[in-house]
C-alpha cells in the first residue's frame, strides 16, 4: 500500500499555491498530484517523496491533512491497459472508489492509484497480484520511478 496525503481545501485562488510554496520551500517532493473539485471546496491528492515529513511540515503550517491507504499499480501505457485492471477488480466485485494515474520519468508505463474500500483492501492486493499485465508497487518501487 501507497500513502496518499489528502487535504481539504477551499475553492479559491492562491490556496493550491500556498499549498505548494510550503511543500516547495522544505524540499519536499510531489510524485502525484491530483484534484478534485467542487463549487466551493477541492481535495488535493498528493503522493509525496517524504510522506512524514509533508504531514509535519503541513501540520506546522495549519494546513489539516489527512492519509489515505492507497494502491499503486503499473500498467501498460497502451490501449487496453487500465481496462485489464480495471475488469479484474471488477470480476472479483470490488468497487474502486476514485482512481487516478501519473506517468512516471523512468518508464514507458503508466502508474495507476486506486483507492479502494477498506474492507476490501486485501481482496483488491490479491485479484491485481494474479493479472500478469499489472505490476503492484510498493512505497519504494514507487518512489524510484
Known amino acids: 500500500m501507497i ?21 516547495a520551500e522544505n524540499k519536499i517532493n510531489i510524485r502525484s498530484l491530483n484534484i478534485a473539485d467542487a463549487t466551493d471546496f477541492g481535495i488535493v491528492r498528493l503522493i509525496l517523496q517524504e510522506t512524514e515529513k509533508g504531514i509535519e511540515v503541513l501540520k506546522k503550517n495549519d ?28 470480476e472479483a466485485k470490488i468497487n474502486i472508489v476514485y482512481a487516478y494515474s501519473f506517468l512516471p520519468k523512468k518508464t514507458d508505463n503508466a502508474i495507476i492509484i486506486i483507492r479502494v474500500d477498506d474492507d476490501v483492501q486485501q481482496k483488491a492486493i490479491e485479484t491485481l497480484e494474479k493479472v500478469a499485465e499489472v505490476n503492484l508497487l510498493d512505497r519504494e518501487t514507487l518512489l524510484l520511478k
Request: hydrophobic share 45%.
Open 3 to 23: 500513502r496518499q496525503v489528502s487535504i481539504f481545501i477551499e475553492n479559491h485562488e492562491g490556496r493550491l499555491n500556498h499549498i505548494l510554496k510550503i511543500l
Open 63 to 90: 494546513i489539516i491533512s489527512t492519509v489515505t491507504p492507497v494502491l499503486a499499480a503499473e500498467i501498460s501505457d497502451d490501449p487496453g491497459g487500465l481496462s485489464t485492471l480495471v475488469n479484474a477488480l471488477t
